[in-house]
């Protein structure tokens, strides 16, 4: 991105963190202390300190300036601060935190107008960015988990399945970020030569109605369809994270109210325990990452269902299919891969160190984006990862089958 682009992202990034957070006041900025979300209070802070940090505080000998804001290192530093602690430290108010936020963007802001063609600096502009892109998101998840109202306007519900799988050749893949493409992760660098056997996959997510039939053939009880690790993590579930039984009707909670299931929708809020489950009930199984992205070249992130307000069904955005034919790889939510999140070859942590590399191993790689992820976010190599536990982000997943 060029200056002029970075400062008008910086602006609207800031414009979604208050939008998604600004009807929030009294006890719900703290919320009760759950190990998946932050109080929001400490979390726009957090935003506001990671920006200071890279943008302004980092000096060329990699030591720090002091803070605009007094002990933020304190309260804020998500590398030393436990979670469990962040509802109990003596944070500033809402007020004293927006401006805090506000007196840092200006600031970088400034700087952009006197720096641009400090690359160097440019880069953690990007980084700050991207990072508050990702926050935003997780405003989502905390509505949602706390069953906070819709933070935006849900759009008009579209119709349409979207059966069958689309045939790959295999072959030779690059699977990574090229060099010299623009910003990326370290997780992503860089790209490298993978071999994959022919495949198939489904031409668009798991739905409502698909997933539906897997709890109600019992799949939440059958043990065979289970790793030993989705078993213990079972415990007495029957069916995805927000889904309830009525009269024999399942309804599933939306933010804060109880809607009837769409059965086009894609199932969300399943973790990649259950997603795994309904694959081996189904007779199918989850993509590799580089399957996934193979499968995905060339889908455009317009139009796509990013940066918006809801799920659409599976066969909306027929504009934004891949090469291969695949709908909505990009947007709508988060798929759930059969990888776990490991480095590519050669891999070199960036300065932010936190980012990729604790979390090698122990997670699995999601790809492609959620209604709730800005556009600006999101391409084809972009790597999600989370625990195989996690279902209260915005995620589905698509299949193959067996060959």
């Given amino acids: 991105m060029s200056p002029e682009s970075l400062s008008r992202q910086l602006r609207d990034a800031r414009r979604r963190t208050r939008l998604i957070t600004c009807d929030l006041e009294g006890p719900q900025l703290f919320g009760p202390k759950l190990a998946i979300v932050n109080p929001v209070l400490w979390e726009l802070g957090h935003v506001a300190w990671f920006q200071e940090l890279w943008c302004l505080r980092l000096r060329s000998d ?124 370290d997780n992503e660098k860089w790209a490298h030569r993978v071999e994959l056997k022919p495949f198939r996959i489904a031409r668009a997510p798991v739905t409502n109605s698909q997933f539906l039939k897997f709890v109600r053939d019992e799949g939440y009880q059958r043990r065979d369809l289970w790793s030993p690790e989705g078993w213990s993590w079972k415990d007495r579930a029957r069916g995805p994270r927000y889904w309830v039984e009525r009269d024999r009707e399942w309804r599933e909670r939306r933010f804060d109210e109880e809607v009837r299931l769409d059965g086009d929708l894609p199932v969300m809020h399943v973790n990649w325990h259950e997603a795994n489950a309904y694959c081996r009930y189904a007779g199918r199984r989850l993509p590799s990452e580089a399957e996934w992205e193979m499968a995905a070249a060339f889908s455009r992130v317009t139009p796509a269902n990013l940066g918006g307000s809801g799920r659409v069904p599976v066969g909306e955005f027929a504009e934004g299919d891949s090469a291969a034919g695949c709908r909505q790889m990009l947007g709508n939510v988060w798929e759930w891969t059969s990888s776990t999140f490991d480095p590519y070859p050669g891999f070199v942590r960036d300065p932010y160190a936190e980012y990729s590399e604790p979390w090698f191993g122990t997670h699995k790689v999601l790809r492609g984006g959620s209604f709730a992820t800005p556009v600006r976010l999101i391409s084809n190599t972009w790597r999600n990862f989370y625990t195989p536990d996690r279902g209260d982000v915005f995620a589905g997943f698509r299949t193959c089958p067996i060959e």
């Fill in 62 to 185: 990699e030591s720090l300036s002091e803070s605009v804001l007094e002990g933020a290192d304190a309260l804020y530093d998500s590398a030393k601060v436990a979670h469990d602690t962040r509802w109990d430290l003596p944070l500033p108010e809402l007020s004293a935190t927006l401006s805090y936020q506000d007196r840092v963007l200006d600031r970088v802001l400034a700087r952009l107008e006197r720096e641009l063609d400090n690359e160097w600096f440019l880069y953690f502009v990007q980084l700050a960015l991207f990072h508050e892109d990702m926050h935003a998101e997780a405003f989502h998840y905390t509505r949602q988990t706390l069953g906070y109202a819709d933070p935006l306007d849900r759009g008009s519900p579209g119709k349409g399945a979207l059966d069958g799988d689309v045939e790959l050749r295999g072959g030779e893949f690059l699977l990574g970020a090229t060099r010299n493409s623009g910003f990326h992760f």
